[in-house]
Every structure is written in C-alpha cells, then in structure tokens.
C-alpha cells in the first residue's frame, strides 16, 4: 500500500518556468514532510523539509506548499534552471519514527 | 568529512544464488537504513539498524538480513535470490538533528548497489 502518491511522472520546462510537483498522504500521523533529489547515478539527497504547523517553507528558489486538511504538499522551483533536472521525491514519516514513506518520484527536465 | 560509501556499486547474480552488499556510514553517524529502489519508483524501505540490532523492518521476507559492526558500518544480506530482486540497493545513515529535522529520520544516501538477477 503507497502511502504517499506523488505526481506527475515527468515534466518538462523551459528555463525559469516553475515545475510543480504534488503529493497526497493518507496517514494523519505523519507530521515531517522532507524532499529529496536525485542525479542519475547518486543516491537521493535532502532538499527541503516541512513540519505541519507551517503552510509554507522557502529555501532559495524551493518553495514547499502544505495544505494540511487536504492532506496535500507541493514542491515549487522558481525560476528553475537546467541543473534542476533531476528525480524529485516526496517523503513523509513520523516524528521519531524509523522509516520514511516515500512518493514514486518525479523527473524534472528544464531545457536551456 | 566522508559521505556513505557502498560497495559494490554493480553485480549481476542468477536466481537463487546469495549476495551480499556493504556500506561505510558517515562519520559521526550510528543509524544505518536500508532501501531498495525499482526502476522507476521511489526507495522502499527494507530495515534499520542502530547499536548493532535492528530496529525497525519494513515489509520484506527474512530472506532480506542485515549486520551493523561497531564501527557502524553494515552490511545487506540476500538470500535465494529472486528476479523481483533486481533493484538500486540504498545505504543512508542519519544522527540525531534539531530545528525542523528534531525527531526526524534525516538520510544521508550513498549511492547504492545495482543488482541484477537473471
């Protein structure tokens, strides 16, 4: 059973356009929402990371959207540039939990 | 400061057969999760380790073991290996955090072991 469905698959933008990625949970228990990013042939890498008690977190040009009745959060690129391009994956866990429930991922192309 | 190391970082097994997979943590790290990654998806997670037992499982059979040695390395063991096996086998380790990350699983990958059972 996913516990965290993420979408779209894939996406393609032009340079400065802002890629979206969205993702639901079911689990009303989670309450640490961590991106992580990955290059072909690297292990996935912290991006960004949210708690519920925020709708919104900036770390540069990542934007992290929460919508905790929807039970839905989002990753925003602004101004994305073509060393974006790579596999989004969103994340949700428990606090002092073990594991992390992770999203089917979403690749990212900013084309020049 | 090193990152996680794993080895080896390609391996083609047959069905059946046994393999074993290793990885170095990061230094000041006593925490080692292991995930697996099928093409296209996202890491699955397979089990923890902290203080050499483990300590938490995900949904695999026991023929998916582990090991964590003193020096907190560790090590992914797979037995009768089957095709649906073939995947990115990921090493994170993670310490204690603070600020937003307190009470978090914050991962440090390494760049995993690809497997492939024909």
């Known amino acids: 059973q996913q516990q965290v469905k993420q979408s779209p698959q894939s996406l393609i933008v032009q340079k400065g356009g802002i890629p979206i990625i969205n993702c639901a949970y079911e689990?009303?228990?989670?309450?640490?929402f961590p991106w992580y990013q990955q290059f072909p042939g690297k292990g996935p890498a912290l991006l960004i990371a949210?708690?519920?008690?925020?709708s919104e977190k900036k770390e540069g040009r990542f934007t992290i959207s929460f919508n905790k009745s929807a039970k839905q959060f989002s990753l925003h690129i602004m101004d994305s540039q073509p060393g974006d391009s790579a596999t989004y994956f969103c994340?949700?866990?428990?606090?002092?939990?073990?594991?992390?429930?992770f999203g089917a991922g979403t690749t990212v192309t900013v084309r020049a | 400061e090193t990152g996680v190391t794993q080895s080896p970082t390609h391996l083609i097994k047959t069905r059946g057969q046994q393999v074993t997979l290793r990885c170095s943590s990061q230094?000041?790290?006593?925490?080692v999760s292991w995930y697996q990654q099928a093409l296209g998806q996202g890491p699955q997670f397979i089990f923890q380790?902290?203080?050499?037992?483990?300590?938490g499982r995900g949904n695999f059979p026991p023929r998916f073991s582990g090991l964590q040695f003193p020096n907190y390395s560790s090590e992914l063991n797979v037995n009768a290996l089957e095709l649906d096996d073939s995947a990115l086998y990921l090493c994170?380790?993670?310490?204690?955090?603070?600020?937003?990350?307190?009470?978090?699983?914050?991962?440090?990958f390494g760049a995993g072991s690809r497997l492939t059972v024909l």
């Open positions: 689990n009303t228990a989670f309450d640490y």
């Open positions: 949210i708690r519920p008690d925020v």
């Open positions: 994340a949700a866990s428990r606090s002092n939990d073990y594991k992390l429930s």
């Open positions: 380790y902290y203080r050499e037992e483990e300590n």
């Open positions: 230094s000041g790290h006593n925490t």
């Open positions: 994170a380790s993670s310490s204690p955090t603070l600020g937003v990350h307190s009470g978090a699983n914050v991962l440090t």
